[in-house]
């Protein structure tokens, strides 16, 4: 069965003016490969992954928590940074 996604639409829009990236778009990382690795940057109350893949040929970076519904909740999208990036080069497969 297919993975839903969901998010709150405000905090879509406040990110695509912030990071011009829309969370429908940013989810199309898990359409090929994707890194992912515990967000462990601060205690959210919630278990939440930073996953990094590519965009139309761009690294990008999207933050996520699986639901106990079993959906995958968009939190952040935004360009990737050059760590990040070369991080992602590192573990692709050829």
Known sequence: MPMRYTWHY???????????IAFGEAIRIFDGFATEEPDERYHY???RVIATGLLNGQEIVVVFTDTPKGERRIISARPAN???????WRQRPP
């Open 10 to 20: 405000d905090k879509n829009l406040a990110n695509v003016r912030k990071h011009g």
């Open 82 to 88: 050059r760590k990040e990036r070369e991080n992602y």
């Open 45 to 47: 109350g919630e278990e």
